[in-house]
C-alpha cells in the first residue's frame, strides 16, 4: 500500500453527552479515493466533521502523514492541508462568488490550485464571478464550494454529500470533473447517498451504520447484498 | 438663517456621533457583541491623549499618532485575553463583563485623574470659523470632525468590502464554524476587529477631548449616542449610522434651541420615535 | 390511566424554609433587639434583595437583560413623593400605588423596547431610564435637577413618633422583600414559571411548545416594573429626599444589584440573596475605598462571570443538590390497575 495520508483509528464522537462514532477506524492512501457510505445518522458527517477538526477527538485517533492531529481545531487542520466541502454547500452569504473562492485561498498554501484554475474547472462560475453567492444555483453553488476548498491546495479533500438536491445531470457533471481533482496527487473522501456514484468514483468503500464500520473492501470487491445488508443491518 | 446655522451644527456633530457609533456597529456586525464599556473606551481614549499631549507638549490632533496605536492594541489585548472568553450563545457573559468593565473603567479613571473636568487645547482651531455664504459660518473643528468621520466610515466601507481581511470578518460574521475551516482563526479575528474598533474609538475620543470637557462619567452618555445613532440609521449599514449620527445631532440642536436643558432629552425622543415608527432603522441591512 | 402529581418540595428545601420561618420571627422581632443602625441596616439589605431578586427574575429567568431598572427605583420615588405632596395621599398609601404606577407606565415602554433584542435590548432599557431622569429633572414642583425634602407635615403623618416612624419603615421594607420573594416563589411553581424556565433555556423550543413567549415575557417585565416601583418608593420614603441623580443612579440600583446577581447566583432565587449578604460584608469592611471599591465589585464579578458564572449559590446548589424554596419539579406517578378484561 502506498504511503497512508490520513489513518483514523479507533474514533468515538461526541456530541455532548450524545455518542455519534464508535471506535471507527479508516485509511486512506495517497492519490485514493475512499467512499463513505449510510444510512441517515448512521455518522458519516460526523466521521469528516472529526476529521476536519470541528468535533473533538482523541490526540492519537486521528493521524495525518504519520502525525497525530486529533483534538487540532478546524483552521488548524486547514493548514495541514484538509479541506472539507460541508454538507449543505455553507457558502458564505455576504460574499460574492469570486470572494467565496478568494477566502479559501487565503491560508496562502502552495500548489497547482488558484483563480484561474478553478474558473477552467467549473467555467460557469467565471461568468458569475461577482454574483452574490446565494442567488447561484444548487449545482453552480455547490461548484463554488468545491472550488474554495480546492483554493486552499490540500493534500486532503473531504466532501460530504455533494450530490444532496441536485439533479442527476447536475450530479453527473460534478463527477465528471473528479478526475481533473485528482490528477494533481490528492486524496479524497466521499460520504456520499448516492450509492452508485460512490462506487464508480471510488477505489475503496467503508459502510457506516449507527456509528459504526459493518463493511469495507474495493469498491469492485462488494455485492449488491453485502451493500444492502450492511447499509440497512438487516 | 438662525435655523440653518443650528442645523448645519447639528450636521456636523453628528459626524462626531457616527464615530462613536461606528465602532460599536463593527463589533456587533462581526461578533453580535454589544461593548458596554464603548463609551468608557472613548473617555480613555480622550485621557490618553491628555497625557501625551501634557508629557509630549504636541498638538491633540498629532496625539493620534500614539493614540490610536495605542488603543488598537488595548482592544487587540482586551479581546484576545478577556472578551473572546465571553462569547458564545449565552448572551449574559458579554453583556455583564464589558458592563463590569465599563465600571472599573470609570472607576479607575477617577482614581487616576479625579473627577476634574478637562480639556485638550488644539491651538485655536477650537473657536476658528469659516464663512459659507450670507450669515452661515461654521466652526473649522466641527467641519474637521465630520470630514474625518466621512473618512473612516468610507475607510471601514473599503476595508470590508475591498479587502483580505474586510471577508474574513463578513465570512466569520455570517457562519462562524465554516469560517474555521478555511483556516480563519476566529480568536485573531475578533480580536483584530476589536482592534480595528478602538483605533476609530480613539480618534473619536481625541476629537471629543478636544471638542467639550470631559471626565471620567460621561462614558455611559456616549455610549448611548452611538447605540441610538446606530439603530436610528439601521444595522448593518455603515452610510446608515452617518445618517443615524446627523438626525441625532440634529434633534439635539433643534432641542438645545428650544430649551438648553432639552438637547439630549430631544435626541432619545428622536430615537424613541424611530424605534417605534421604523424599528429596523432607516438604512437597514442585516436584522439584528 | 395513570394520575400523576407533581411535587415541588425536598428535604433541603423544607429545612431551608423551616430555617426561613424561624429567620422572619426573629427579624419581625428586631425592634426589640435591634438598635436604630441596625434597623436601617436590615431596611437597605431588604430592599437589595428585593431589586436584586427581581432583576434576577428579569435577566435570569426571562431573559430580559434590563441596565435600566433605575428607571423604575426612580419613577417610584417620583411618583410617592408625587402622590404624598401634591395629592395628599397616606404615604404608606403610595407605595403601593406607586408600584402599580411602575406597571402601568412599563406597558407602553415594553410596547418600544421589545423591539429590540439581546445587547441592543439593554442599552435601551439604559435609554429609557434616561429620559425618566431627565423627564424628572424638568418637574419643577418636585424640586426639578435639584430635588425637594419630603415636608415635615407628611413625615409626622405616617406615625406619631420617629421611633414608631423607623419602626413602621423597617416591617415595611421586611414585608415588601416577603411579599416579592413570596411572588417569585409562587410565579416560579404556576405554570407561567414552567413557561419562564423553559424560555431560559431554549427560546424556540419553547415557543415551538405553544409558549407564549412573547406575553410571559410581558407580563413578567410589568410584574418587575411592579416590585421595583415599590422598592423605590419605599427606599426613598426611608431617605426622605429626592433628586434625579439619587432617584435614577446608574450605580446603586443597577451596577450594585448587578453585581449582587451574579455574584450570588443567576436564575436561582437564592442567588441574590447570597449575592446581597456577600456585598454588604464587603461594604463593612471596605466601606471608605470608595471608587476603588466600585472597581474591585467589577474585577470580581468579571471572575465570576468568567469563572463560576453560575454564581456561590449556582455552585453550592449544583455540587451538593440543595434548594432553599420548594421550587423543584418531581413527577409522582401512581399507576392505577387497568379496568376492563384483564
Known sequence: MPDTLLEVRSLDAFYGDFQALFGVSLEVAAGEVVAVIGANGAGKSTLLNSIAGLVHARGDAIL?????????????????????????????????????????????????????????????????????????????????????????????????????????????????????ILSEGLSLVIVEQDIVQALAAANRVYCLQEGRVVLTGTAGSLTREAISAAYFGV | MEWANIILQGVLVGGLYAMFAAGLSLIFGVMRLVNIAHGDLIVLAAYLALVVTETLGINPLASLAFVV?????????????????????????PLLVTFGLSVIIQNGLLELFTADSRRLQAGGIEVDSIQLGTGLAVGTLPLIQFALAVAVIAGLQWLFYRTALGRAFRATSDDQAMAQLVGLDNRRVFALAMALSLAVVAIAGVLLAIRTNFDPAIGPARLIFGFEAVIMGGLGSMWGTLAGGVILGVAQAIGAQIDPGWQVLAGHIAFLVVLAVRPQGLFPKVQG | MTAFQVEHATRSSRIGLAVFAVLLVVLAAAPWWGGRQDLRLLAEIYCFVALASLWNLLAGYAGLVSVGQQAYVGLGAYMLFAATMLM???????????????????????????????????????????????????????????????????????????????????????????????????????????????????????????????????????????????????????????????????????????????????????????????????????????????LMLGVVAIAVMLKAPKGIWGYVADRFGWQLFPLERRLNIKAEAPRGTA
Open chain 3, 88 to 294: 395628599g395621599v397616606h404615604p404608606l398609601l403610595a407605595i403601593p400605588l406607586a408600584g402599580v404606577v411602575g406597571a402601568i407606565v412599563a406597558l407602553p415602554v415594553a410596547g418600544l423596547i421589545f423591539r429590540l433584542r439581546g445587547h441592543y435590548f439593554a442599552i435601551g432599557t439604559w435609554v429609557v431610564a434616561e429620559v425618566f431622569r431627565l423627564l424628572a429633572s424638568q418637574v419643577s414642583v418636585l424640586g426639578g435637577g435639584s430635588g425637594i425634602s419630603l415636608p415635615v407635615g407628611i413625615v409626622t403623618a405616617m406615625a406619631p413618633s420617629r421611633q414608631m416612624r423607623e419602626f413602621l419603615i423597617y416591617w415595611l421594607a421586611l414585608a415588601i422583600v416577603v411579599l416579592v420573594l413570596g411572588a417569585i416563589v409562587l410565579l416560579l411553581r404556576s405554570r407561567y414559571g414552567l413557561a419562564l424556565t423553559a424560555i431560559r433555556d431554549n427560546e424556540i423550543a419553547a415557543r415551538s411548545n405553544g409558549v407564549d413567549v412573547a406575553r410571559t415575557k410581558l407580563i413578567v417585565y410589568v410584574l418587575t416594573a411592579f416590585g421595583t416601583a415599590m422598592v423605590g418608593a419605599l427606599i426613598f420614603l426611608q431617605k426622605l429626599r429626592v433628586s434625579p441623580a439619587t432617584a435614577f443612579d446608574v450605580n446603586d440600583w443597577t451596577a450594585y444589584v448587578i453585581f449582587i446577581t451574579v455574584i450570588g447566583g443567576i436564575g436561582r432565587v437564592e442567588g441574590p440573596i447570597i449575592g446581597t449578604i456577600v456585598f454588604f460584608l464587603l461594604r463593612q469592611t471596605l466601606a471608605d475605598l470608595g471608587s476603588l471599591y466600585l
Open chain 1, 64 to 180: 495525518l502523514a504519520g502525525e497525530p492531529v486529533g483534538g487540532v481545531p478546524a483552521y488548524g487542520m486547514a493548514a495541514r492541508g484538509v479541506a472539507l466541502v460541508p454538507e449543505g454547500r455553507r457558502l458564505f452569504p455576504s460574499l460574492t462568488v469570486e470572494e467565496n473562492l478568494l477566502i479559501g485561498g487565503q491560508l496562502g498554501r502552495p500548489g497547482p490550485w488558484n483563480l484561474p484554475r478553478v474558473y477552467d474547472l467549473f467555467p460557469v462560475l467565471a461568468q458569475r464571478r461577482h454574483a452574490p453567492s446565494p442567488s447561484l444555483s444548487g449545482g453552480q453553488q455547490q461548484m463554488v464550494a468545491i472550488g474554495r476548498a480546492l483554493m486552499s491546495n490540500p493534500k486532503l479533500l473531504l466532501c460530504d454529500e455533494i450530490s444532496l438536491g441536485l439533479a442527476p445531470i447536475v450530479v453527473r457533471d460534478i463527477y465528471g470533473r473528479l478526475p481533473t
Open chain 2, 69 to 93: 496605536p495605542a488603543m488598537a492594541l488595548i482592544g487587540y489585548a482586551l479581546q484576545r485575553g478577556l472578551l473572546n472568553q465571553t462569547l458564545g450563545d449565552d448572551l449574559l457573559p
